[in-house]
């Protein structure tokens, strides 16, 4: 067991939620942060889908335990009382300057014990450590969608991470039910991502470049390799604003799929299956 008690979560989109109702169906009082009561109102409706999604997915979940993680979660719009936990994770989007000013602010309200952690996709830890004001108790944890299947938690320090903190969220994710993978050196991208985002950036650079149907990319990915999802079909699972966030941040052909992607699917709402509609429809 981590000496970590009680749990923050900045950020209440898909897998913020997820995190968050993990933590809590784990036994962990939970602080869920968004920045405002639209937002609140939308994390509490994943929250009740969850308990739903737990009851039937996840072994235990119709015994009740789903109803009881639901009562641990505390939904708040005041960064001063996410701030208060022993662990702060944060999810909010993957926007580096974004990012640095929520931790500028974060680490003014926090205490001093406080350990931060991003789950950010793509960005270095030592990206956003300086900000934190704590870079010895600052690393990443990152997470997996869909985490009550998909259960690794990814921890990567920077060389300013004290060891001592690294294990202690090793720990934790034990804790939480996910396998930790401790990473030991920096890496963008960690494993998981290090794999996936190669792959679903060719194909959706082979749709927007019109060589293929988005149905015929899934189609051959699943049936060559066995896979049980195409790349689309994972981005759907994903939502498109993550993927699009990491698209702009890259070279001039990452630009152009970036730009096909807003035009065909974000500005259309079609977000993936959170909206009802992405690539596919989940109507």
């Known amino acids: 067991m981590s000496d970590i008690t009680t749990v923050a979560v900045l950020g209440t989109g898909v897998l913020g939620s997820q995190i968050a109702f993990q933590t809590a169906y784990n036994g962990f009082p939970v602080i869920a942060y968004d920045i405002d009561d639209a937002a609140l109102d939308a994390a509490k409706e994943r929250f009740s889908r969850l308990v739903a999604t737990y009851r039937v997915e996840v072994p235990g979940g119709a015994r009740g335990r789903a109803d009881e993680a639901l009562a641990r979660i505390t939904t708040t719009s005041d960064l001063a009382e996410a701030a208060q936990a022993d662990l702060v994770i944060e999810a ?47 690393l990443a944890l990152h997470f997996a969608n869909r985490v009550w299947k998909f259960n690794t938690a990814e921890i990567m320090g920077t060389p300013e991470t004290t060891p001592e903190v690294f294990d ?18 920096e890496k963008a991208g960690y494993v998981l991502n290090t794999l996936l ?43 498109l604003n993550t993927p699009y966030n990491i698209l702009t941040h890259g070279p001039e052909g990452d630009l152009e799929i970036a730009a096909w992607l807003k035009e065909n699917y974000i500005d259309k709402g079609k977000m993936g299956v959170a909206t009802g509609e992405g690539f596919y429809s989940y109507a």
Do not use: C
């Open 197 to 239: 985002v190669p792959l679903l950036n060719e194909a959706m650079g082979l749709a927007a470049g019109g060589y293929a149907e988005v149905e015929d990319i899934d189609w051959t990915w699943r049936i060559a390799t066995g896979a049980p999802l195409g790349p689309f079909q994972i981005l759907d699972v994903i939502g």
């Open 168 to 185: 202690q969220v090793v720990r934790f994710a034990g804790d939480i039910g996910m396998v930790p993978i401790p990473i030991h050196k």
């Open 92 to 138: 909010i989007p993957e926007i580096a300057d974004l990012k640095r000013s929520t931790y500028e602010k974060l680490g003014k309200l926090a205490p001093e014990h406080t350990i931060f952690a991003t789950n950010s996709s793509t960005l270095l830890p030592s990206d956003l450590a300086a900000s934190t004001g704590r870079p010895d108790r600052f």
